[in-house]
């Protein structure tokens, strides 16, 4: 079992930066892929960046490929989101979250295919 913890959201201009990271807490982290969603209030909550469990793939939506960057250190248990240039419609709750895979070049997009996730972490960029 993973029991995941995410920390450093906050309030932000359009433009600045944050790093997110998430401590995974668990003998499975360094076999589980990872990933970052967010959920805007009233809308889903899609994906926003994956990594494989051995961290050979990463993968990003669309709307923050070039600015977010996610990166994991297994050693550590932690798994961490860069996000640069954000803008407003960044805003959101963000989550970690993981998933035991016993393939190492896999990453996972869609949040039922996840079985543990942290509480969420307020990011707000205000223009």
């Known amino acids: 079992q993973v029991q995941l913890v995410e920390s450093g959201g906050g309030l932000v201009q359009a433009g600045g930066s944050l790093r997110l990271a998430c401590a995974a807490s668990g003998r499975t982290f360094s076999s589980s892929a990872m990933g970052w969603f967010r959920q805007a209030p009233g809308k889903e909550r899609p994906f926003v960046a994956v990594?494989?469990?051995?961290?050979?793939?990463?993968r990003y939506a669309d709307s923050v490929k070039a600015r977010f960057t996610i990166s994991r250190d297994n050693a550590k248990n932690t798994v961490s989101l860069q996000m640069n240039s954000l803008k407003p419609e960044d805003s959101a709750v963000y989550y970690c979250?993981?998933?035991?895979?016993?393939?190492?070049?896999?990453?996972?997009?869609?949040?039922?295919?996840?079985?543990?996730w942290g509480q969420g972490t307020q990011v707000t960029v205000s223009s």
């Open positions: 979250a993981a998933v035991e895979t016993r393939y190492y070049l896999t990453v996972y997009y869609r949040p039922n295919e996840y079985a543990y």
């Open positions: 990594i494989s469990r051995d961290a050979g793939i990463t």
